[in-house]
């Protein structure tokens, strides 16, 4: 009884410490941090603003250096090679990496990521492509690209994108811009879950509460009957 | 050597919890790369079942006896695992089939190393309260480098309810499926 007593103890413990953070698990294989958003899903729980990010690129010999700009939250990465910029004589380059304080809703279209609006102070050389990675979170469905626009409020155009390490997209690019992941709306997100209306975990949860009572029941019946 | 280790008790603890320690952070950190995530993954949970190579399966808590509620009492562990995330979040991303079967090796693979080889090297060490809170221990201590800090409570208290079950019931299948059924559920 005192051992039944410790072990609902601790499960007690757990459901506390995991409903703390979201999204309310231990392990997995889910993002490494929370996923920062500007306009938080009703799930995120506590949510903190989107970082910006800034890069000071050296120019040497008129070659701009191979560097990554990213923002301070790690939800934005862009990398560039050596001579990715047209330096025209600076020895500087200024990349600047914000998000929006709005969440643009395009028409077909679902962004699951904050847009970003990335500018530097030099183009970028079409020779050699930048690599973009955006973080998403497990709260969201995944996107199937990365969409990128010249106004928030006009056309975003889908870019050719492939997935990173876990939770992450990866496309590259030879202008700047606006920048957001997500997926066709018209079609139902990638790796979604759809069945029972894409309430997948309180399913799961629900078919090991009825496993371990119909079957948990007979077999401790059974047992107490044997001894 | 091997003797010498054997015959001293906490000196095999230590070296357990050492070896356990630097498998799961190689793991962590393997797996940060991009492109290694699911071999990282896949050999760190081999590696970590490598751990409980030599032990007598009934000092692992394994065994066939009581197998039904043993595999009943997983189920239980894997639903109070989830539950605070599906009360707050009813959608799930299905795991890739690559990363669903890390996910598998790696469930296995730390309940052997942490709850199997190092809770009964503990526990010749220092009897089950060291072994409970020790590998509680060290199991938050070894998902330092893959979750941020603000998520270590929860590690700490699924640690110690999972501990806690294989000192209550002498078991590490409920355990593992549990934690298997977890890892795969989100």
């Known amino acids: 009884m005192r051992k039944l007593a410790l072990l609902g103890v601790a499960a007690a413990l757990y459901a506390g410490a ?11 294989f889910g993002p490494p941090a929370p996923y920062n958003f500007t306009c938080p899903p009703p799930q995120a729980g506590a949510n903190q603003k989107p970082s910006s990010g800034h890069a000071d690129i050296p120019v040497t010999g008129g070659v701009s ?10 939800q934005i990465v862009i990398g560039f090679l050596p001579g990715a910029f047209l330096a025209g004589g600076k020895t500087t380059i200024t990349v600047d990496i914000t998000p929006l304080d709005t969440c643009p809703q395009p028409s077909g279209i679902r962004f699951v990521t904050n847009a970003y609006k990335i500018t530097a102070s030099a183009a970028l050389n079409a020779d050699k492509r930048a690599n973009l990675t955006l973080r998403y979170s497990n709260l969201e469905p995944d996107p199937a690209s990365v969409y990128q626009a010249t106004d928030p409020n006009g056309t975003w155009t889908e870019k050719s994108s492939q997935p990173g390490a876990p939770f992450t997209i990866v496309t590259t690019t030879t202008t700047f811009g606006y920048f957001a992941a997500g997926y066709a709306s018209s079609s139902p997100p990638p790796g979604a879950v759809t069945i029972g209306g894409g309430q997948l975990l309180p399913i799961i949860v629900a078919v090991l509460v009825v496993v371990v009572v119909l079957a948990g029941l007979p077999l401790a019946v059974m047992r107490r009957r044997r001894s | 050597m091997i003797a010498a280790v054997q015959a001293r008790p906490a000196l095999r603890a230590a070296l357990v919890a050492s070896l356990v320690l630097v498998l799961e952070w190689s793991r962590a950190l393997g797996a940060a790369q991009p492109g290694f995530t699911v071999v990282a993954l896949l050999l760190g949970g081999i590696a970590l079942a490598a751990v409980a190579i ?8 394994l065994g066939r006896s009581r197998l039904g509620l043993r595999l009943i009492g997983g189920c239980a562990l894997g639903a109070v695992l989830l539950l605070p995330a599906a009360v707050r979040s009813g959608t799930a991303p299905l795991l890739p089939a690559g990363l669903a079967m890390a996910a598998i090796a790696v469930s296995i693979g730390e309940e052997l190393a942490f709850r199997g080889a190092l809770y009964a090297a503990l526990e010749d060490a220092g009897g089950a309260p060291l072994a409970v809170l020790g590998t509680t221990l060290l ?4 998902h330092a480098l893959s979750h941020p800090p603000e998520f270590l409570p929860a590690v700490a208290a699924a640690g110690l309810l999972l501990a806690l079950w294989r000192w209550a ?9 549990g934690h298997a059924i977890a890892d795969l559920a989100l």
């Not at chain 1, 995991?18 to 997995?28: I, K, L, N």
């Not at chain 1, 250096?65 to 790690?74: I, N, P, V, W």
């Not at chain 2, 019931?169 to 499926?177: G, H, K, Q, S």
Request: charged fraction near 20%; hydrophobic fraction near 50%.
């Open chain 1, 18 to 28: 995991a409903w703390s953070v979201a999204p309310g698990f231990y392990d997995g």
């Open chain 1, 65 to 74: 250096e191979a560097f990554s700009a990213f923002t301070d939250d790690g």
């Open chain 2, 54 to 61: 030599g032990w007598p399966a009934d000092r692992l808590g």
């Open chain 2, 139 to 142: 199991w938050t201590l070894a």
């Open chain 2, 169 to 177: 019931c002498r078991d590490l299948v409920a355990p593992i499926v």
